[in-house]
């Protein structure tokens, strides 16, 4: 089964860090590029950032450029998200997801980022 | 605010048949043939429904369908079942500088 399971959420102070990591399983995870995308909560969706095969090309949101971090290990079939400086406004559910013909084909169920003194 | 601009709700019976609006630039959905749509259940990893504007995956029943006029797309759902009922977003492929993915506000399908 094609599975995306993140882990490395929860509390954390404003100025804070915390990282994020994705284990994908079922699917050669090498050839795809990958994705980050978050819900604020009682918002919608906002997309973070973009890693390509082999690291080749990273892109990120206005919103997080400069304090977010996206790798990915293709040996450990992992993807990560090294978030600092966090702010209240980084609150929300942080989902990775596949890149698939510039959509996002398969989603892990997400973990809570909480930003609050 | 949204770069992607959807209604909030919409509804419909069973068996009836709904769309859902998506309109943005000519930066974006109006730009490319990389429109998507995703399905949303509380609690639930969402799902995708539909890319490149009319493809579906594979398992999505053809009652889901895409299309785009200029810097509008649509979904489409017929045979309405209560299982429908979720939260849909729409996102575009944006070509700015950087380079980025937009989402719309998300609308909620409600089966009456």
């Known amino acids: 089964e094609v599975q995306l399971v993140e882990s490395g959420g929860g509390l954390v102070q404003p100025g804070g860090s915390l990282r994020l990591s994705c284990a994908a399983s079922g699917f050669n995870f090498t050839p795809y590029s990958m994705n980050w995308v978050r819900q604020a909560p009682g918002k919608g969706l906002e997309w973070v950032a973009y890693?390509?095969?082999?690291?080749?090309?990273?892109y990120y949101a206005d919103s997080v450029k400069g304090r977010f971090t996206i790798s990915r290990d293709d040996a450990r079939n992992s993807l990560h998200l090294q978030m600092n400086s966090l702010r209240d406004e980084d609150t929300a559910v942080y989902f990775c997801a596949r890149d698939r013909a510039w959509a996002f084909d398969v989603w892990g169920q997400g973990t809570m980022v909480t930003v609050s003194s | 605010q949204s770069a992607l601009t959807q209604p909030v709700s919409v509804s419909g019976s069973p068996g009836q048949s709904i769309t859902i609006s998506c309109t943005g630039t000519s930066s974006d959905v109006g730009a490319y043939d990389y429109v998507s749509w995703y399905q949303l259940h509380p609690g639930k990893a969402p799902r995708l429904m539909i890319y490149a504007v009319t493809d579906r995956p594979s398992g999505i029943s053809n009652r889901f369908s895409g299309s785009k006029s200029g810097n509008t797309a649509s979904l489409t759902i017929t045979g309405l079942q209560p299982e429908d009922e979720a939260d849909y977003y729409c996102s575009s492929y944006r070509n700015t500088s950087p380079l980025n993915w937009v989402f719309g506000g998300g609308t909620k399908l409600t089966v009456l």
């Open positions: 890693i390509g095969i082999g690291s080749s090309t990273i």
